[in-house]
């Protein structure tokens, strides 16, 4: 026993059997190891996820539902037609299905009506309810072919060939028309689980039950229900498509519209910031000159003018530091008109007494301009003159770029409270080039005027022109005694 002890590789000789196993032992856990790899442990982890799958398959078929088939948008009259036709058609597969149930297997005639209008009522509820609509239709199914499969055996002497089973054409037919409406409105992989049960159910019928005299049909329906479904899939697919489509453009649209916004109020921003940092400039400079106006000044007005002083520097270099963010490498050019001359980062920002050289500059681009001043002309606040310059401005170039050949007529009206502006274009005598621009004139002008409390109204006239109105309220300019006469707008509506 000891030499047999000795000759095993197991080593149980060398120690205790407690603390060394023994040669059983030993063969044992090769034995574990091949169990392990082997394809019944693999089989065991496929079971759990075979379970998830049918469960994720049972919650798919139903419980799921789906919205109910939504009329027609236009025309409104026949919003409600598909609903009213396949009402229709579900009456008459239901008298069909009655009839060839009673020529194919001559059940009793209760049986024959009751399984009919099953099928056909199956194509009105898929209106509603696709999958419930889907499980009626195949219960008649079932109940259909059980009732052929029991003719088959006992085949009448009338019959001369063998009766279609275990679907019959209208079973097909009112099948098909439901798998086709859930396929529109269920997820792909619900409809490949319908495809999948109902393969499922007829190859039990005609593959594992069978009859005795029949004409299979189950592989043509099974082909059938394929091509429905996949046609409805890819409808489906498409409508998506189309509406993540619409969804996008509608999302990129307003991202561009707030871009455009952004940028026009950041532009806004850096000329009045420009025009502010000019006064706290002048203060800066005044508050420096201000001692050296005065014999003996005293200790306390040098004091206070120093602090002034102090404190304009320092609102200017944080206004300054604000146009460092917001200014653009490429300023616009002076007059706006694309003439490439430049202006330079620091230089003023325009104002009325610039309007004659814009209109100049208009019309040496080959449009008739037309100006009229009403009113007494008077110096209005720094915002104001630049938001009313950089108005018409815009308004040339848009009839520049949209209406060439026309005539433009700017009329600028002086009110004790502000200042009226109307630019009116006549209809082009030519078309109009595609322009690149991304809609930033229309908006500016309304953010310039609202910003100032303004109003502004852009359209198009009766003669094919176009026009715009705008009023820039400057209540500082007006006289405190006079009348508070304001445009009330009704001309520019």
């Not at 003159?385 to 520049?400: D, G, H, M």
Request: glycine share 10%; with cysteine.
């Amino acid at each position: 026993m000891k030499e047999a002890r000795h000759e095993d590789p197991a080593g149980g000789a060398f120690g205790t059997p407690g603390r060394h196993p023994s040669p059983e032992a030993g063969s044992s856990e090769p034995g574990q190891a091949r169990s392990a790899g082997s394809p019944g442990s693999g089989v065991s982890s496929l079971l759990p996820a075979l379970r998830r799958q049918l469960r994720v398959l049972r919650d798919d078929l139903w419980t799921f539902d789906a919205d109910p088939l939504p009329p027609l948008s236009r025309p409104r009259l026949l919003r409600r037609a598909p609903h009213v036709v396949l009402c229709v058609l579900a009456l008459v597969l239901s008298i069909a299905a009655a009839n060839e149930l009673s020529n194919s297997y001559n059940p009793l005639p209760v049986l024959d009506v009751a399984i009919g209008f099953a099928q056909g009522g199956a194509v009105a509820l898929v209106l509603w309810r696709p999958l419930p609509a889907w499980w009626l239709s195949l219960a008649a199914h079932l109940v259909a072919s059980q009732i052929g499969r029991m003719a088959t055996f006992h085949p009448h002497g009338f019959l001369v060939e063998p009766p279609p089973w275990p679907w019959t054409g209208s079973a097909i037919t009112s099948c098909a028309i439901v798998l086709f409406l859930l396929a529109l409105r269920v997820p792909t992989r619900v409809a490949a689980g319908v495809w999948a049960v109902t393969a499922l159910v007829t190859f039990c019928i005609q593959g594992v039950e069978g009859a005795a005299f029949y004409a299979g049909t189950g592989l043509p329906a099974l082909v059938v229900f394929g091509l429905v479904l996949l046609v409805g899939t890819a409808l489906r697919g498409r409508r998506e498509a189309r509406a993540e489509l619409v969804q996008q453009t509608t999302l990129t649209a307003e991202e561009r519209a707030r871009r455009t916004l952004l940028e026009e109020r950041n532009r806004i921003a850096r000329e009045l910031h420009d025009v502010v940092a000019h006064h706290m400039s002048v203060i800066s400079i005044q508050a420096q000159v201000a001692p050296h106006l005065v014999e003996n000044p005293s200790a306390e007005l040098r004091e206070n003018l120093d602090g002034i002083r102090k404190n304009a520097l320092e609102a200017l270099t944080e206004l300054r530091r604000v146009l460092g963010v917001l200014r653009s490498e490429n300023p616009a050019d002076p007059y706006g008109l694309g003439s490439g001359t430049g202006a330079a980062p620091d230089s003023p920002q325009p104002t009325l007494d610039r309007l004659d050289a814009l209109v100049e500059n208009t019309r040496a681009a080959g449009m008739e301009v037309r100006t009229e001043i009403n009113g007494e002309v008077r110096p209005l606040s720094p915002g104001v003159e630049l938001s009313a310059y950089r108005i018409v401005q815009e308004a040339l170039s848009n009839a520049l770029r949209h209406a060439p050949g026309s005539t433009v007529r700017v009329e600028l009206t002086y009110f004790p409270l502000g200042l009226q502006l109307h630019i009116t274009n006549s209809r082009p005598t030519r078309p109009a080039p595609p322009s690149p621009g991304a809609g930033h004139g229309l908006l500016g002008m309304r953010e310039r005027a609202v910003m100032l409390g303004g109003t502004l109204f852009a359209t198009g006239t009766a003669g094919g022109g176009f026009a715009v109105a705008c009023f820039l309220p400057s209540p500082g300019d007006a006289p405190t005694d006079g009348d508070p006469a304001h445009p009330t707008g009704e001309e520019n509506r």
